[in-house]
């Protein structure tokens, strides 16, 4: 059974860092494009960005709004995806989501359950 | 990259049939045939229901369906249930980048 558990959520002030971590399990994590997905307190849906696989180079996009700002990464050897947040803001408070994206596709077919940032004062 | 634009609501009764559009541009939705939709119920992850335009993956019924015509993707769902009552959100490839629309609340009467 594919399983995406993400971590390391919390409260922290604007300005601040955290990391957080996604663990994989049930499939290949290796073989995956892996994204992050946040979504502001009742608001829609926003990717975050993309780590590519090892074949692919293990390249990154970032949405424009985190560049520079955010970093993902990630851990073949521990099936574990990973996003750092820096220099963060009011406006990044959201609940944050891993996403499995398919093998030879550009869909998210698996999602984990999300972890929430709250970013204030 | 803009988000893409979705009704804020649509409603439909029992067995009815709904259709929720999804407008973009031709740097994603009328550049590519990569549109997914996505079900989010009130506290719960996203999930998949359609992916590259119009598949559907297993186990989702085949009440729904998607299409696409220049930079508008449609989902239609059909013989509306109670449990389909949800947000949905459509999502495009965009190049380097993935741009979801604002989100459909689905009221089923």
């Known amino acids: 059974e594919v399983q995406l558990v993400e971590s390391g959520g919390g409260l922290v002030q604007p300005g601040g860092s955290l990391r957080l971590s996604c663990a994989a399990s049930?499939?290949?994590?290796?073989?995956?494009?892996m994204d992050w997905v946040r979504q502001a307190p009742g608001k829609g849906l926003e990717w975050v960005g993309r780590?590519?696989?090892?074949?692919?180079?293990?390249?990154?996009e970032y949405a424009a709004s985190v560049k520079g700002r955010f970093t993902i990464s990630r851990d073949d050897s521990k099936n574990s995806l990973y996003l750092q947040m820096n220099s963060l803001k009011t406006e990044d408070t959201a609940v944050y989501y891993c996403?499995?994206?398919?093998?030879?596709?550009?869909?998210?077919?698996?999602w984990g359950q999300g972890t929430l940032v709250t970013v204030s004062s | 990259q803009s988000a893409l634009t979705q009704p804020r609501s649509v409603s439909g009764s029992p067995g009815q049939s709904v259709t929720i559009s999804c407008t973009g541009t031709?740097?994603?939705?009328?550049?590519?045939?990569?549109v997914s939709w996505y079900q989010q119920h009130p506290g719960k992850a996203p999930k998949l229901m359609i992916y590259d335009v119009s598949k559907r993956p297993s186990g989702v019924p085949d009440r729904f369906s998607g299409s696409k015509s220049g930079n508008t993707a449609s989902l239609t769902i059909s013989g509306l249930q109670a449990e389909d009552e949800a947000d949905y959100y459509c999502?495009?490839?965009?190049?380097?980048?993935?741009?979801f629309g604002g989100g459909t609340k689905l009221t089923v009467l």
């Open positions: 780590t590519r696989n090892k074949a692919n180079s293990y390249t990154t």
């Open positions: 049930g499939f290949t994590f290796s073989d995956h494009y």
């Open positions: 031709s740097s994603d939705v009328g550049g590519y045939n990569y």
């Open positions: 996403a499995r994206v398919a093998v030879g596709a550009l869909h998210f077919d698996y």
């Open positions: 999502c495009s490839y965009a190049g380097s980048s993935v741009v």
